[in-house]
Protein backbone atom coordinates (compact mmCIF):
# COMPACT_ATOMS: atom_id res chain seq x y z
CA UNK A 1 0.00 0.00 0.00
CA UNK A 2 0.75 3.60 -0.70
CA UNK A 3 1.28 5.22 3.07
CA UNK A 4 0.58 8.74 4.20
CA UNK A 5 3.97 9.22 7.14
CA UNK A 6 4.11 12.54 7.47
CA UNK A 7 1.55 13.35 9.28
CA UNK A 8 1.73 13.98 13.26
CA UNK A 9 -0.60 15.50 15.84
CA UNK A 10 0.05 16.78 19.07
CA UNK A 11 -2.50 15.12 21.62
CA UNK A 12 -3.44 16.68 24.82
CA UNK A 13 -2.22 14.27 28.05
CA UNK A 14 -2.70 15.00 32.00
CA UNK A 15 1.04 15.74 31.73
CA UNK A 16 1.76 18.02 28.82
CA UNK A 17 0.79 17.55 24.78
CA UNK A 18 2.65 14.30 23.43
CA UNK A 19 3.44 14.50 19.97
CA UNK A 20 2.10 11.48 18.10
CA UNK A 21 3.50 10.32 14.71
CA UNK A 22 0.57 8.64 12.45
CA UNK A 23 1.21 6.33 9.78
CA UNK A 24 -1.76 4.53 7.51
CA UNK A 25 -3.05 4.16 3.76
CA UNK A 26 -3.41 6.20 1.41
CA UNK A 27 -6.43 4.39 0.15
CA UNK A 28 -9.86 5.46 1.04
CA UNK A 29 -11.54 3.37 3.81
CA UNK A 30 -11.30 2.71 7.64
CA UNK A 31 -8.80 0.28 9.13
CA UNK A 32 -7.90 -1.22 12.55
CA UNK A 33 -5.53 0.94 14.87
CA UNK A 34 -2.48 0.23 16.50
CA UNK A 35 -0.48 1.76 19.11
CA UNK A 36 2.97 1.68 18.40
CA UNK A 37 5.59 2.01 22.02
CA UNK A 38 9.12 3.01 20.83
CA UNK A 39 12.15 1.52 22.78
CA UNK A 40 13.73 4.26 25.24
CA UNK A 41 15.45 6.38 21.99
CA UNK A 42 11.82 7.12 20.94
CA UNK A 43 10.90 7.46 16.78
CA UNK A 44 14.18 6.64 15.19
CA UNK A 45 14.39 5.55 11.87
CA UNK A 46 13.62 1.79 12.66
CA UNK A 47 10.70 2.77 14.78
CA UNK A 48 9.59 4.67 11.75
CA UNK A 49 10.00 1.68 9.42
CA UNK A 50 8.22 -0.48 11.83
CA UNK A 51 5.46 1.45 11.91
CA UNK A 52 5.16 1.97 7.95
CA UNK A 53 5.40 -2.00 7.65
CA UNK A 54 2.44 -1.85 9.89
CA UNK A 55 0.47 0.71 8.15
CA UNK A 56 1.39 -0.87 4.59
CA UNK A 57 -0.65 -4.08 6.04
CA UNK A 58 -3.77 -1.92 6.37
CA UNK A 59 -3.44 -0.13 10.01
CA UNK A 60 -3.81 3.27 11.10
CA UNK A 61 -0.55 3.24 13.15
CA UNK A 62 -0.10 6.16 16.00
CA UNK A 63 3.91 6.39 17.34
CA UNK A 64 3.55 8.74 20.49
CA UNK A 65 7.00 10.33 21.72
CA UNK A 66 7.11 8.44 25.12
CA UNK A 67 9.36 10.96 26.94
CA UNK A 68 7.19 14.29 25.92
CA UNK A 69 7.16 15.48 29.43
CA UNK A 70 11.27 15.47 29.59
CA UNK A 71 12.11 16.08 25.71
CA UNK A 72 11.31 18.88 23.05
CA UNK A 73 8.99 17.50 20.32
CA UNK A 74 10.94 16.00 17.80
CA UNK A 75 13.56 14.59 19.71
CA UNK A 76 15.26 11.03 19.15
CA UNK A 77 18.11 9.81 21.27
CA UNK A 78 21.02 8.01 19.63
CA UNK A 79 21.74 4.79 19.71
CA UNK A 80 24.81 5.13 21.47
CA UNK A 81 26.04 5.12 25.13
CA UNK A 82 24.48 8.96 25.86
CA UNK A 83 21.53 8.05 24.20
CA UNK A 84 20.98 4.75 26.35
CA UNK A 85 21.92 6.40 29.43
CA UNK A 86 19.31 9.21 28.83
CA UNK A 87 16.41 6.80 28.04
CA UNK A 88 16.79 4.58 31.06
CA UNK A 89 17.20 7.80 33.27
CA UNK A 90 14.18 8.89 31.72
CA UNK A 91 12.31 5.51 32.48
CA UNK A 92 12.73 5.98 35.95
CA UNK A 93 12.18 9.68 36.09
CA UNK A 94 8.13 9.15 34.16
CA UNK A 95 5.23 9.29 36.21
CA UNK A 96 2.72 6.61 36.26
CA UNK A 97 0.03 8.34 36.20
CA UNK A 98 1.54 9.94 32.71
CA UNK A 99 2.45 6.52 31.37
CA UNK A 100 -1.04 5.56 31.95
CA UNK A 101 -2.68 8.97 30.80
CA UNK A 102 -0.94 8.55 27.27
CA UNK A 103 -1.85 5.30 26.71
CA UNK A 104 -5.43 6.58 27.36
CA UNK A 105 -5.05 9.48 25.48
CA UNK A 106 -3.17 7.47 22.53
CA UNK A 107 -5.92 4.45 22.40
CA UNK A 108 -8.64 7.88 22.43
CA UNK A 109 -7.60 9.19 19.62
CA UNK A 110 -7.46 6.16 17.47
CA UNK A 111 -10.73 5.50 17.96
CA UNK A 112 -12.00 8.45 17.15
CA UNK A 113 -9.94 8.96 13.72
CA UNK A 114 -11.98 8.64 10.80
CA UNK A 115 -9.57 6.42 9.08
CA UNK A 116 -9.59 3.70 11.84
CA UNK A 117 -12.52 1.11 12.31
CA UNK A 118 -12.66 1.60 16.40
CA UNK A 119 -10.76 -1.92 16.56
CA UNK A 120 -7.67 -1.27 18.59
CA UNK A 121 -3.95 -3.75 19.07
CA UNK A 122 -0.92 -2.01 20.70
CA UNK A 123 2.57 -3.35 19.85
CA UNK A 124 5.71 -1.96 21.49
CA UNK A 125 9.65 -3.02 21.85
CA UNK A 126 11.94 -3.27 25.12
CA UNK A 127 10.39 -0.51 27.21
CA UNK A 128 7.63 -0.10 24.84
CA UNK A 129 6.90 -3.84 25.15
CA UNK A 130 5.99 -3.03 28.88
CA UNK A 131 3.81 0.14 28.19
CA UNK A 132 2.38 -2.10 25.80
CA UNK A 133 1.67 -4.62 28.17
CA UNK A 134 0.27 -2.03 30.60
CA UNK A 135 -1.48 -0.39 27.95
CA UNK A 136 -3.86 -3.62 27.58
CA UNK A 137 -4.47 -3.95 31.14
CA UNK A 138 -5.32 -0.70 31.33
CA UNK A 139 -7.84 -0.27 28.30
CA UNK A 140 -9.75 -2.87 28.35
CA UNK A 141 -10.81 -2.15 24.41
CA UNK A 142 -7.67 -3.27 23.50
CA UNK A 143 -8.11 -6.51 21.80
CA UNK A 144 -4.45 -7.69 21.24
CA UNK A 145 -0.89 -6.54 22.28
CA UNK A 146 2.63 -8.00 21.30
CA UNK A 147 5.48 -7.22 23.28
CA UNK A 148 8.91 -7.23 22.53
CA UNK A 149 11.48 -8.80 25.02
CA UNK A 150 9.43 -6.06 27.67
CA UNK A 151 12.05 -4.55 30.19
CA UNK A 152 11.13 -4.03 34.01
CA UNK A 153 7.78 -6.04 34.22
CA UNK A 154 9.64 -8.90 36.50
CA UNK A 155 10.65 -6.38 38.72
CA UNK A 156 8.43 -3.17 38.97
CA UNK A 157 10.86 -0.87 37.99
CA UNK A 158 9.35 1.37 35.75
CA UNK A 159 8.35 5.41 36.46
CA UNK A 160 7.64 6.87 39.98
CA UNK A 161 4.65 6.47 41.57
CA UNK A 162 4.45 2.22 41.68
CA UNK A 163 4.84 0.01 38.88
CA UNK A 164 1.99 -2.52 39.73
CA UNK A 165 2.06 -3.41 35.99
CA UNK A 166 2.51 -7.33 36.52
CA UNK A 167 -0.43 -7.40 39.47
CA UNK A 168 -2.56 -5.86 36.64
CA UNK A 169 -2.49 -8.68 34.56
CA UNK A 170 -5.54 -10.25 34.91
CA UNK A 171 -7.28 -6.71 33.42
CA UNK A 172 -6.14 -7.83 30.54
CA UNK A 173 -9.63 -8.39 28.06
CA UNK A 174 -7.09 -8.90 24.66
CA UNK A 175 -4.59 -11.15 23.26
CA UNK A 176 -1.08 -11.07 24.27
CA UNK A 177 2.00 -11.95 22.40
CA UNK A 178 4.84 -12.26 24.28
CA UNK A 179 8.36 -12.60 22.45
CA UNK A 180 11.83 -12.70 24.30
CA UNK A 181 15.44 -13.34 23.60
CA UNK A 182 16.88 -16.13 25.68
CA UNK A 183 20.60 -14.13 25.74
CA UNK A 184 19.07 -10.91 26.68
CA UNK A 185 20.22 -10.22 29.83
CA UNK A 186 17.73 -7.36 30.70
CA UNK A 187 14.82 -9.86 31.42
CA UNK A 188 16.70 -13.23 32.84
CA UNK A 189 15.10 -16.79 33.32
CA UNK A 190 13.62 -15.96 36.48
CA UNK A 191 12.12 -12.70 35.34
CA UNK A 192 10.50 -14.50 32.18
CA UNK A 193 9.24 -17.31 34.30
CA UNK A 194 7.52 -14.79 36.83
CA UNK A 195 5.71 -12.61 34.23
CA UNK A 196 4.83 -16.56 32.60
CA UNK A 197 3.39 -17.72 35.70
CA UNK A 198 1.84 -14.51 36.73
CA UNK A 199 0.02 -14.51 32.88
CA UNK A 200 -1.18 -18.33 32.89
CA UNK A 201 -2.72 -18.25 36.89
CA UNK A 202 -4.49 -15.19 35.94
CA UNK A 203 -6.28 -16.90 32.93
CA UNK A 204 -4.93 -14.19 30.44
CA UNK A 205 -5.35 -15.14 26.43
CA UNK A 206 -1.47 -15.04 25.70
CA UNK A 207 1.06 -16.89 23.66
CA UNK A 208 4.72 -17.12 24.62
CA UNK A 209 7.78 -17.49 22.39
CA UNK A 210 11.46 -17.71 23.55
CA UNK A 211 14.00 -17.35 20.65
CA UNK A 212 17.68 -17.31 20.42
CA UNK A 213 18.31 -13.87 19.67
CA UNK A 214 19.42 -11.11 22.11
CA UNK A 215 18.10 -7.84 23.32
CA UNK A 216 17.30 -5.83 19.64
CA UNK A 217 17.01 -8.35 17.62
CA UNK A 218 13.98 -6.85 16.16
CA UNK A 219 15.69 -3.08 15.60
CA UNK A 220 17.18 -3.20 11.56
CA UNK A 221 20.51 -1.12 12.89
CA UNK A 222 23.16 -2.57 14.79
CA UNK A 223 25.01 -5.91 15.39
CA UNK A 224 22.10 -7.31 17.15
CA UNK A 225 19.74 -7.20 14.38
CA UNK A 226 18.32 -10.84 13.42
CA UNK A 227 16.69 -10.49 10.35
CA UNK A 228 15.55 -13.97 9.76
CA UNK A 229 14.59 -13.62 13.12
CA UNK A 230 12.62 -10.47 12.69
CA UNK A 231 10.71 -11.77 9.79
CA UNK A 232 8.93 -14.74 12.09
CA UNK A 233 8.39 -12.33 14.50
CA UNK A 234 6.92 -9.40 12.62
CA UNK A 235 4.67 -12.86 10.75
CA UNK A 236 3.42 -13.72 14.43
CA UNK A 237 2.28 -10.29 14.88
CA UNK A 238 0.32 -9.78 12.03
CA UNK A 239 -1.41 -13.37 12.53
CA UNK A 240 -2.22 -11.65 15.60
CA UNK A 241 -3.72 -8.37 14.41
CA UNK A 242 -5.29 -9.66 11.45
CA UNK A 243 -6.74 -12.54 13.47
CA UNK A 244 -8.06 -10.30 16.33
CA UNK A 245 -8.37 -6.52 14.81
CA UNK A 246 -9.97 -7.79 11.51
CA UNK A 247 -13.38 -8.06 10.25
CA UNK A 248 -13.71 -11.37 11.44
CA UNK A 249 -12.92 -11.02 14.84
CA UNK A 250 -15.35 -12.12 17.65
CA UNK A 251 -17.17 -9.28 18.85
CA UNK A 252 -16.44 -7.12 16.14
CA UNK A 253 -17.59 -3.51 16.03
CA UNK A 254 -19.87 -2.09 12.46
CA UNK A 255 -17.83 0.04 10.99
CA UNK A 256 -21.20 2.00 9.56
CA UNK A 257 -22.51 1.89 6.16
CA UNK A 258 -20.95 4.99 4.59
CA UNK A 259 -17.48 3.74 4.73
CA UNK A 260 -15.42 0.78 3.39
CA UNK A 261 -13.44 -1.18 6.24
CA UNK A 262 -10.10 -3.15 5.60
CA UNK A 263 -9.48 -6.46 7.16
Not at 69 to 89: C, K, M, S
Not at 143 to 149: D, G, L, S, T
Not at 156 to 177: M, N
Not at 188 to 203: Q, T, W
Request: proline letters at 6%.
Amino acid sequence: MILRSDEFVELPTPTGPMRTHVFRPVAPGRYPGIVLYSEIFQVTAPIRRTAAFLAGHGYVVAVPEIWHEFEPAGAILAYDQAGADRGNALKLEKEIRGIDGDARATVDFLKQHPACTGKIGVLGICVGGHLSFRNAATCPEVRAAACFYATDIHKGALGKGGDDTISRAAAVRGELLMIWGRQDPHVPRDGRRRIYEVLADSGVEFTWHEFNGQHAFLRDEGHRYDPALALQCQQLVLELFHRRLGDGAEGRETSGPAAESRH
